[in-house]
Protein backbone atom coordinates (compact mmCIF):
# COMPACT_ATOMS: atom_id res chain seq x y z
CA UNK A 1 0.00 0.00 0.00
CA UNK A 2 1.61 3.68 -0.92
CA UNK A 3 2.50 5.75 1.88
CA UNK A 4 0.02 8.93 2.35
CA UNK A 5 1.30 11.85 0.56
CA UNK A 6 3.76 14.14 2.28
CA UNK A 7 2.08 17.33 0.64
CA UNK A 8 -1.51 18.40 0.39
CA UNK A 9 -2.41 20.23 -3.16
CA UNK A 10 -2.58 23.32 -2.07
CA UNK A 11 1.45 22.65 -1.47
CA UNK A 12 2.20 21.14 -4.40
CA UNK A 13 0.08 24.40 -6.10
CA UNK A 14 2.53 26.44 -4.29
CA UNK A 15 5.81 24.22 -5.43
CA UNK A 16 4.85 24.19 -9.18
CA UNK A 17 4.20 28.22 -8.90
CA UNK A 18 7.72 29.16 -7.24
CA UNK A 19 9.28 26.78 -9.87
CA UNK A 20 7.37 28.55 -12.63
CA UNK A 21 8.99 32.10 -11.15
CA UNK A 22 11.81 30.50 -11.28
CA UNK A 23 12.20 29.73 -14.36
CA UNK A 24 11.03 32.77 -15.44
CA UNK A 25 13.47 34.74 -13.31
CA UNK A 26 16.14 32.83 -15.41
CA UNK A 27 19.14 35.39 -16.58
CA UNK A 28 19.31 35.05 -20.38
CA UNK A 29 22.16 33.25 -20.12
CA UNK A 30 24.35 31.33 -17.31
CA UNK A 31 23.16 29.42 -14.63
CA UNK A 32 22.87 31.51 -11.53
CA UNK A 33 19.92 30.60 -8.97
CA UNK A 34 17.76 34.11 -8.64
CA UNK A 35 17.46 35.25 -5.51
CA UNK A 36 15.15 34.00 -2.94
CA UNK A 37 13.50 36.90 -1.95
CA UNK A 38 12.38 38.01 -5.57
CA UNK A 39 10.97 34.26 -5.73
CA UNK A 40 8.97 33.76 -2.35
CA UNK A 41 5.73 35.45 -1.87
CA UNK A 42 3.57 35.83 1.14
CA UNK A 43 4.27 32.70 3.92
CA UNK A 44 6.18 29.64 3.06
CA UNK A 45 3.82 26.19 3.56
CA UNK A 46 5.36 24.32 6.73
CA UNK A 47 5.64 21.07 4.53
CA UNK A 48 7.45 22.52 2.24
CA UNK A 49 10.30 23.74 4.57
CA UNK A 50 11.03 19.76 5.54
CA UNK A 51 14.43 18.76 4.35
CA UNK A 52 13.58 16.52 1.22
CA UNK A 53 14.99 15.73 -2.18
CA UNK A 54 13.48 16.79 -5.21
CA UNK A 55 14.23 16.61 -9.37
CA UNK A 56 12.53 18.50 -11.31
CA UNK A 57 11.79 17.64 -14.88
CA UNK A 58 10.72 20.21 -18.17
CA UNK A 59 8.94 19.14 -21.05
CA UNK A 60 8.39 20.35 -24.61
CA UNK A 61 5.26 19.10 -25.60
CA UNK A 62 5.87 15.39 -25.20
CA UNK A 63 9.68 15.79 -25.59
CA UNK A 64 11.78 16.00 -22.00
CA UNK A 65 13.27 19.74 -22.25
CA UNK A 66 16.10 18.85 -18.80
CA UNK A 67 15.67 16.65 -15.77
CA UNK A 68 17.63 17.22 -13.05
CA UNK A 69 17.71 16.45 -9.19
CA UNK A 70 18.76 14.87 -5.65
CA UNK A 71 17.18 12.17 -4.03
CA UNK A 72 18.90 13.04 -0.60
CA UNK A 73 17.33 15.63 1.72
CA UNK A 74 20.13 18.02 1.41
CA UNK A 75 17.63 21.73 1.42
CA UNK A 76 14.56 22.43 2.41
CA UNK A 77 12.16 21.02 -0.65
CA UNK A 78 11.25 24.24 -1.81
CA UNK A 79 14.83 25.13 -1.87
CA UNK A 80 15.50 22.40 -3.68
CA UNK A 81 12.92 22.86 -6.42
CA UNK A 82 14.34 26.19 -6.95
CA UNK A 83 17.76 24.94 -7.38
CA UNK A 84 16.58 21.73 -9.62
CA UNK A 85 14.44 24.00 -11.60
CA UNK A 86 17.95 26.16 -12.69
CA UNK A 87 19.55 22.64 -12.66
CA UNK A 88 17.25 21.27 -14.97
CA UNK A 89 16.90 24.55 -17.05
CA UNK A 90 20.38 25.16 -17.44
CA UNK A 91 22.86 21.99 -16.49
CA UNK A 92 21.36 19.09 -17.51
CA UNK A 93 24.32 18.22 -19.84
CA UNK A 94 22.02 15.80 -22.45
CA UNK A 95 20.46 19.26 -23.50
CA UNK A 96 21.47 22.89 -25.06
CA UNK A 97 20.33 25.47 -22.51
CA UNK A 98 16.76 26.37 -22.26
CA UNK A 99 16.56 30.18 -23.61
CA UNK A 100 14.12 32.90 -22.55
CA UNK A 101 12.07 32.24 -25.26
CA UNK A 102 11.06 28.80 -24.16
CA UNK A 103 10.32 28.76 -21.11
CA UNK A 104 6.38 29.76 -21.43
CA UNK A 105 5.90 26.92 -23.32
CA UNK A 106 7.75 24.37 -21.35
CA UNK A 107 5.86 22.37 -18.61
CA UNK A 108 7.47 21.59 -15.42
CA UNK A 109 6.85 18.73 -13.19
CA UNK A 110 8.17 18.05 -9.75
CA UNK A 111 8.89 14.94 -7.81
CA UNK A 112 9.17 15.19 -4.32
CA UNK A 113 11.55 12.39 -2.94
CA UNK A 114 11.77 10.14 0.25
CA UNK A 115 14.69 8.28 1.47
CA UNK A 116 15.75 5.64 -0.41
CA UNK A 117 16.73 1.96 1.04
CA UNK A 118 18.23 -1.23 -0.29
CA UNK A 119 16.39 -4.12 -1.80
CA UNK A 120 17.55 -7.72 -2.35
CA UNK A 121 16.95 -7.95 -6.24
CA UNK A 122 14.36 -7.52 -8.74
CA UNK A 123 11.50 -8.95 -6.84
CA UNK A 124 10.67 -6.12 -4.58
CA UNK A 125 10.71 -3.62 -6.82
CA UNK A 126 6.97 -1.84 -7.42
CA UNK A 127 6.73 -0.45 -10.72
CA UNK A 128 4.68 2.59 -11.19
CA UNK A 129 5.59 3.02 -6.93
CA UNK A 130 9.73 2.73 -6.99
CA UNK A 131 12.51 4.61 -8.40
CA UNK A 132 15.76 3.00 -9.09
CA UNK A 133 19.24 3.82 -8.20
CA UNK A 134 21.80 1.09 -8.76
CA UNK A 135 25.62 1.30 -8.12
CA UNK A 136 28.71 -0.81 -8.68
CA UNK A 137 31.93 0.62 -7.81
CA UNK A 138 31.89 4.84 -8.75
CA UNK A 139 29.13 3.96 -11.12
CA UNK A 140 25.36 5.20 -10.27
CA UNK A 141 22.27 5.34 -11.82
CA UNK A 142 19.12 6.51 -11.25
CA UNK A 143 15.34 6.79 -12.80
CA UNK A 144 12.63 8.28 -11.43
CA UNK A 145 9.59 6.22 -10.86
CA UNK A 146 7.23 7.51 -13.56
CA UNK A 147 9.77 6.36 -16.33
CA UNK A 148 9.14 2.48 -15.70
CA UNK A 149 4.92 3.21 -16.35
CA UNK A 150 5.54 5.79 -19.03
CA UNK A 151 7.66 3.16 -21.24
CA UNK A 152 5.78 0.35 -20.76
CA UNK A 153 8.47 -1.55 -18.72
CA UNK A 154 8.14 -4.77 -16.01
CA UNK A 155 10.67 -4.75 -12.81
CA UNK A 156 13.66 -6.45 -15.02
CA UNK A 157 13.68 -3.74 -17.84
CA UNK A 158 13.28 -1.13 -15.92
CA UNK A 159 16.65 -2.60 -13.73
CA UNK A 160 18.37 -3.27 -16.98
CA UNK A 161 17.76 0.89 -17.96
CA UNK A 162 19.13 1.91 -14.46
CA UNK A 163 22.14 -0.35 -14.81
CA UNK A 164 22.66 1.45 -18.58
CA UNK A 165 22.11 4.68 -17.37
CA UNK A 166 24.75 3.85 -14.40
CA UNK A 167 27.12 3.41 -17.39
CA UNK A 168 27.03 -0.46 -16.30
CA UNK A 169 26.24 -3.14 -18.93
CA UNK A 170 22.14 -3.39 -19.52
CA UNK A 171 22.53 -6.85 -18.01
CA UNK A 172 24.90 -6.03 -14.81
CA UNK A 173 21.94 -6.97 -12.66
CA UNK A 174 21.85 -10.32 -13.27
CA UNK A 175 25.72 -11.01 -14.36
CA UNK A 176 27.38 -9.09 -10.90
CA UNK A 177 27.04 -8.01 -7.67
CA UNK A 178 25.39 -4.34 -8.00
CA UNK A 179 23.33 -2.24 -5.03
CA UNK A 180 20.37 -1.71 -5.92
CA UNK A 181 17.68 0.86 -4.14
CA UNK A 182 14.81 2.28 -4.40
CA UNK A 183 12.72 5.54 -3.07
CA UNK A 184 9.52 6.99 -3.84
CA UNK A 185 8.27 10.36 -5.48
CA UNK A 186 5.05 12.01 -4.94
CA UNK A 187 5.21 13.28 -8.37
CA UNK A 188 3.28 16.03 -9.53
CA UNK A 189 3.08 18.94 -12.62
CA UNK A 190 1.55 21.96 -14.44
Not at 91 to 102: K, S
Not at 133 to 151: C, D, F, H
Request: aromatic share 6%; hydrophobic share 40%; with cysteine.
Amino acid sequence: MEAEPLLKAEDRQWLLRLARKTLESLEPAGSRVPDEAQLVEGEIPAAVQAERGAFVTLHAGDDLRGCIGYVLPVAPLYRSVIENTVNAARRDPRFLPVTPGEVAGLRIEVSAMTLPHKIDGVADIRVGEHGLIVSRGGRKGLLLPQVATEYGWDAGTFLSHTCQKAGLPFDAWQTGPVEIEVFTAEVFSE
